[in-house]
DNA sequence: TTAACATATCGAAAAGTTTCGATATGTTAA
DNA sequence: TTAACATATCGAAACTTTTCGATATGTTAA
C-alpha cells in the first residue's frame, strides 16, 4: 500500500513535471476536455511529439481518453489529483 | 502568478519524480530531519550520487539545509507541500 | 597545525528523454 | 472502394540525467 502510492506519486510526478505537458494538464482542466488536433496547436511541437506526450499523460492516469470515432478526446482523471493531493496534504 | 505557479510546479514535481530522492522525502517526513550521511545509509548509493540527489531537493525548495558544524541537517519545507496539494486540489 | 571526517564539485560513462520526419493504422465521407 | 484525415509507432539525432570515482573544500578534535 505505502508500496503502491509511491509508485503512483513517482509516475504521476513524471508525467507533470514537464513545461507541454502542465500546459496540457492546465489547459484541461479549465476546458474539461480536449481532441489531440487541439492538444498540437496549444504546444506547437510535431504531432508525433504530441502524441507521445498525450500518451506519457495517459499511461500515468492523470488524463483519460475516449474514441469518438476518429477523433479522441481527452480529459483529466479528477480522481487522481484528488490522490496526489491528499498525498502531499499528508507531508505538509 | 500562474506563470509563477506553473513553474513551482515543475520544479517540484521534477525533484519529486525519482524514487531515491522521493524515499528521501517520505523518510524525511516521519523522522522530522536527517544528516546527509544517513541519506546515504537510506539510499545506498554513493557519496557524491547522494550529495547530488539532496541538492536537487534543496534545488527545488522541498527540503531546507541547516549547517551544524561540520554536517548539514535536512528537513521539509512543509510550506511548499502545502502549495503543491493545493495547486493539485484546484485540479482535482 | 594536522589528521580525520562530512559534504560538494568535477569529468566522464551509461542510461533515459525529447524531438523530429517518415510511415503505419484506423475511421469517415464521398 | 478510395481519398482524406486523425492518431500511433518507428528509428535516429540531440539533449539531459544518473551514476561513479577522484579530488576539493570546510570543520573539528587531537
Redesign the interface.
Known sequence: MQEEI?HF??KT??A????YR??I??TL?QKGEMYCGEVQQLIGLSQSTCSHHVAILIESELVESKKEGKFHKIS?N??N??K?????????
Open positions: 509511491s506519486v513517482e510526478t513524471n507533470i513535471a514537464d513545461s502542465l500546459k494538464l492546465l482542466s483529466l479528477r480522481e489529483f484528488k496526489l493531493s491528499a498525498f502531499f496534504q499528508e507531508l505538509s
